[in-house]
T-cell receptor, first 113, second 111 residues
Framework: NAGVTQTPKFQVLKTGQSMTLQCAQDMNHEYMSWYRQDPGMGLRLIHYSVGAGITDQGEVPNGYNVSRSTTEDFPLRLLSAAPSQTSVYFC????????????FGPGTRLLVL | AQSVTQPDIHITVSEGASLELRCNYSYGATPYLFWYVQSPGQGLQLLLKYFSGDTLVQGIKGFEAEFKRSQSSFNLRKPSVHWSDAAEYFCAVRRGYALNFGKGTSLLVTP
């Protein structure tokens, strides 16, 4: 089991560019989430999914889109990157209802210039 | 909405000393509570979790936490800190299908 994988590990974007952060898990987990981590802010929930075809917004969804076409993959899209989106992004997955034990990926560090 | 507060942004302890990291929660019912650790440049690792039952929870790496409903607290403890425990520690509470995190406590261990 690779667990939760994220690509790329590091990315630099210019303001206005778009990109997709990839997240995949091989544990057949129903629940997947995206968080962003900023200094002094902890981790904040961006979007989450409770299964293929079902997504919902978290605490800080603006500027991000998600979709869940398969159980394994949960990509996060930035349509028009802004400097405020400079952050470390973590993807997580869980098999229990309520997300009792979430498994985190290694993170993607994004810099928007 | 359920949330957690970590009052201490930074804590410094000497190697071998005991450690207690504070976490206060805000939730009407019994919350599902977690402690995660993040080493520099790394992802998050689950230390322990509390759902119900025994209020003293044992975790990995010699950590434990005690759920105190009367104080709305879920403090993390370790009797003897090792230099490798230097990291960022996050308390979290279940929020629907995901987690609501505290802002973290950065632990520095001195020789």
């Amino acid at each position: 089991n690779a667990g939760v994988t994220q690509t790329p590990k590091f990315q630099v974007l210019k303001t206005g560019q778009s990109m997709t952060l990839q997240c995949a898990q091989d544990m057949n987990h129903e629940y997947m989430s995206w968080y962003r981590q900023d200094p002094g802010m902890g981790l904040r929930l961006i979007h989450y999914s409770v299964g293929a075809g079902i997504t919902d917004q978290g605490e800080v969804p603006n500027g991000y889109n998600v979709s869940r076409s398969t159980t394994e993959d949960f990509p996060l899209r930035l349509l028009s990157a802004a400097p405020s989106q400079t952050s470390v992004y973590f993807c997580a997955s869980s098999s229990e209802r309520g997300g009792e034990t979430q498994y985190f990926g290694p993170g993607t560090r994004l810099l928007v210039l | 909405a359920q949330s957690v507060t970590q009052p201490d942004i930074h804590i410094t302890v000497s190697e071998g000393a005991s450690l207690e990291l504070r976490c206060n929660y805000s939730y009407g019912a019994t919350p599902y509570l977690f402690w995660y650790v993040q080493s520099p440049g790394q992802g998050l690792q689950l230390l322990l979790k509390y759902f119900s039952g025994d209020t003293l929870v044992q975790g990995i790496k010699g950590f434990e936490a005690e759920f105190k409903r009367s104080q709305s607290s879920f403090n993390l403890r370790k009797p003897s800190v090792h230099w490798s425990d230097a990291a960022e520690y996050f308390c979290a509470v279940r929020r629907g299908y995901a987690l609501n995190f505290g802002k973290g406590t950065s632990l520095l261990v001195t020789p």
